[in-house]
């Protein structure tokens, strides 16, 4: 039973570039979050996706950043016109439903290094 | 608002001795708490979680939390500190605004034992 996916690990990136990052959730998963952990901080929220659905967006950057979560196909995070403050660990995690009291499944991370 | 707070930034052990790392939380209403445990460069691994009944939860790799309800905390102990538990801890709590499992997460906490 895999658990979360994500993909790159690591990517480099030069500023001005984009950035996109791939999260599937564990199976049987249908939402998704996104963290960001900049280093040596804790992890921040920025998003949260059902299938087709932004949940809740109040930690994402109003410029630059998008998210979705398609249909088929894994969630992705979107960084457009990437600038050094955005070096940091991605981190994707999933649960089941909204009903459950569990914990989120995490990912092992997408490390971004903006030169 | 709801928040956690890690009051230190690192703790040391010595192998053998025992272990507390703390955690305070602010919610309103009955809290939804959690730990974790990051090795580097991995993602979040679950340790355990409170969310009703007995105040003393045991979880993974021997690891338990006391949950006060009267102190606001939610400390994780360890009997007898392996160097293997040398890693960054994170305490989190649910926000119970949105209704689903959007955690919140303190600064983390260092763990640093020693042979």
């Known amino acids: 039973n895999a658990g979360v996916m994500q993909n790159p690990r690591h990517l480099v990136r030069r500023r001005g570039q984009e950035a996109r990052l791939r999260c599937s959730p564990m199976?049987?998963?249908?939402?998704v979050y996104w963290y960001r952990q900049l280093p040596e901080e804790g992890l921040k929220f920025m998003v949260y996706?059902?299938?087709?659905?932004?949940?809740?967006e109040s930690g994402m950057p109003k410029e630059r950043f998008s998210a979705e979560f398609p249909k088929e196909g894994p969630s992705i995070l979107r960084i457009q016109q990437v600038v050094r403050g955005d070096s940091a660990a991605y981190f994707c995690a999933s649960s089941p439903g909204t009903s459950n009291t569990g914990e989120l499944f995490f990912g092992e991370g997408s490390r971004l290094t903006v030169l | 608002a709801q928040s956690v707070a890690q009051p230190e930034d690192q703790v040391n052990v010595a192998e053998g001795n025992p272990l507390t790392v703390k955690c305070t939380y602010s919610?309103?209403?009955?809290?939804?708490l959690f730990w974790y445990v990051q090795y580097p460069n991995r993602g979040l691994q679950f340790l355990l979680k409170y969310i009703t009944g007995d105040n003393l939860v045991k979880g993974s790799y021997g690891f338990e939390a006391e949950f006060n309800k009267s102190q606001t905390s939610f400390h994780l102990k360890k009997p007898s500190a392996l160097v293997s538990d040398s890693a960054l801890y994170f305490c989190a709590v649910r926000d119970q605004a949105g209704g689903y499992n959007k955690l919140i997460f303190g600064a983390g906490t260092r763990l640093a034992v020693h042979p």
């Open positions: 919610v309103s209403g009955n809290p939804y």
């Open positions: 996706l059902q299938k087709e659905n932004i949940i809740d």
């Open positions: 199976k049987g998963h249908s939402h």
